[in-house]
């Protein structure tokens, strides 16, 4: 039976596919001449498109979710538990020391 994923994982995973994820389906729903069936879009990776317009004259306006802000966000939660451990670790060092004096 398959772990259910936390939180914080759920939120990595979601990051990770904004950062690195592929826009092929939405550029092929762009230039698309008509609108696909319902199935072939429940098909479409579309993670990554935040908004879709089609204006009348035909023209189609795709905008994505920002890939740095997601990158700086992967980075962040990356070195957060660095930054942690050398906190916890100078807590550490300093209670041991107060200790010792004691």
Known sequence: MARKKTDTELVYDGLRRLAFGEVNDAVRLAFCDEMPSAETLAGMNLFLVSEIKRDKGGGVEVRFFDRLKAIEKLYD??????????AASLLEA??????HEL
């Open 77 to 86: 939660y990356a070195h957060a538990g660095e930054n942690g451990a050398a």
């Open 94 to 99: 300093l209670t041991g020391a107060q200790t």
